[in-house]
């Protein structure tokens, strides 16, 4: 059998002059991967960016939904919740027009193209009840779902997280597979949630390795130490925070780097860079450079110039980061209880340090700073690894037997066409 169709419904989409986020950057990837497999998947995602001169063009078509589908559920949001606006009231608001969205522009697109499966995430319930409405079967790749990010926040579902909880639950029952990056992941969203008896393999995702490269100079003086991702307590600011003075007090050529936007919320109610601006003595807080969000184009370069990516969040199951720097020959230091400890291996293409030990973090980059060339075996080895384990096509490819599977099913016991049911708003 052929592959299938495949339709992927994302809600980002890198360009050349914004971040995409993760989901973007994946369903970029997985797009990518799927045609060099000889795939044809035609992509599903949100309004379109200003036109942009050097805009990759892609072989596969990139269809946007139009502006106004979106531009409703923010004013919703911005009239309801003007000082205090709830992300969790602003996470269900749009993904209900977004769930609107798809329901109205979808079936045309089914038809043009020939769209015999739909893959999309699972974040947000936008797809749920898309079978019903299409009669296609859905293949879900699992990420950080409501309940997760509450949760991890510290804070209570609200009714308007109770709702989107219920939407991506609907979402789970109605799919016909379900997959995810790390078995980490697998095994949270296993525990947490009531999944359908539908199959859930582990997937790994992949990475550009022609696009992200490793640096064709000699390596800099400095060991830069990249975080990259926003700047939260979820995403390990504050373990980062609590290490930064003492290894940039016992090594000289540290240097730490941060890519991503910073939030107000370190310990003192500020942003992160004026926290550690004022927390460390100015001969090491000179030593820090913050650059914000950057373009996903820029990235590369950012990680040619740096010696590992450091990623300390136990939440983050399987970030593209890590890939990412792994491919520009980067070892990558993370912590155990994330899902990168499947792919790490110790001593080879990086390091795992235990949870919330700051002295094993401390002790761990003041050695790769003081042995640069092991830190850059380690970086080869990462290289290494990616290109054997990870690459867009080895990606794709299992995806693309999901999909398979999923159209046989459908062919096989048929799907109900049923109108949907709607959801409060």
């Given at each position: 059998m052929n592959s299938p169709r495949i339709g992927l419904v994302t809600r980002e989409w890198p360009t050349s002059r914004e971040d995409s986020g993760g989901i973007g950057t994946y369903f970029r990837n997985?797009?990518?991967?799927?045609?060099?497999?000889?795939?044809?998947?035609v992509v599903i995602t949100g309004p379109a960016a200003e036109t942009e001169p050097d805009e990759p063009s892609y072989p596969f078509p990139v269809m946007h939904l139009p502006e106004s589908t979106l531009g409703l559920a923010r004013r919703l949001v911005e009239r309801l919740y003007p000082e205090t606006a709830s992300y969790q009231a602003a996470a269900y608001h749009t993904a209900l027009q977004r769930r609107d969205a798809l329901k109205r522009y979808l079936v045309p697109l089914i038809t043009q193209y020939g769209i015999e499966v739909l893959v999309g995430p699972l974040w947000g319930g936008e797809l749920a009840d898309l079978t019903k409405h299409t009669g296609l079967p859905v293949v879900l790749r699992a990420s950080g779902l409501m309940r997760y990010i509450v949760r991890a926040n510290g804070d209570p579902l609200d009714r308007h997280g109770r709702r989107l909880d219920q939407l991506e639950q609907?979402?789970?029952?109605?799919?016909?597979?379900?997959?995810?990056?790390?078995?980490?992941?697998?095994r949270e969203l296993l525990d947490c949630i009531n999944t359908p008896n539908v199959p859930h393999p582990v997937i790994p995702s992949g990475v550009d390795c022609d696009l992200f490269t490793p640096a064709h100079t000699l390596p800099a003086p400095r060991c830069r130490l990249l975080f990259v991702g926003r700047l939260e307590p979820q995403k390990g600011m504050t373990l980062l925070t609590?290490?930064?003075?003492?290894?940039l007090d016992r090594s000289r050529i540290a240097d730490f780097w941060f890519v991503g936007r910073d939030t107000p919320t370190a310990p003192d109610g500020g942003t992160w860079q004026d926290y550690l601006l004022d927390a460390c003595p100015q001969r090491l807080s000179r030593r820090c450079?913050?650059?914000?969000r950057l373009p996903w184009s820029g990235m590369p370069e950012i990680y040619r110039r740096c010696a590992a990516l450091l990623v300390p969040s136990t939440r983050d199951r399987f970030p593209n980061a890590a890939l990412e720097a792994m491919a520009c020959r980067l070892p990558v230091i993370a912590s155990a209880g994330a899902g990168l400890a499947e792919i790490i291996q110790p001593g080879h293409n990086g390091l795992i340090i235990p949870d919330r030990s700051p002295g094993a973090w401390a002790e761990a980059l003041?050695?790769?700073?003081?042995?640069?060339?092991?830190?850059?075996?380690?970086?080869?080895?990462?290289?290494s690894y990616v290109e054997q384990h990870l690459s867009l096509t080895a990606a794709a490819e299992?995806?693309?037997?999901?999909?398979?599977?999923?159209?046989?099913?459908?062919?096989?016991?048929?799907?109900?066409?049923?109108s949907l049911e709607g959801l409060p708003a």
């Open positions: 997985l797009a990518v991967g799927l045609s060099q497999c000889g795939a044809r998947p609907r979402a789970l029952n109605s799919c016909a597979a379900l997959y995810a990056p790390s078995s980490v992941a697998l609590t290490i930064l003075p003492t290894v450079r913050f650059w914000g003041c050695a790769l700073a003081a042995t640069p060339r092991q830190t850059r075996q380690l970086g080869h080895g990462a290289r299992p995806v693309i037997e999901l999909c398979r599977q999923a159209v046989r099913r459908r062919t096989t016991r048929g799907v109900p066409t049923d």
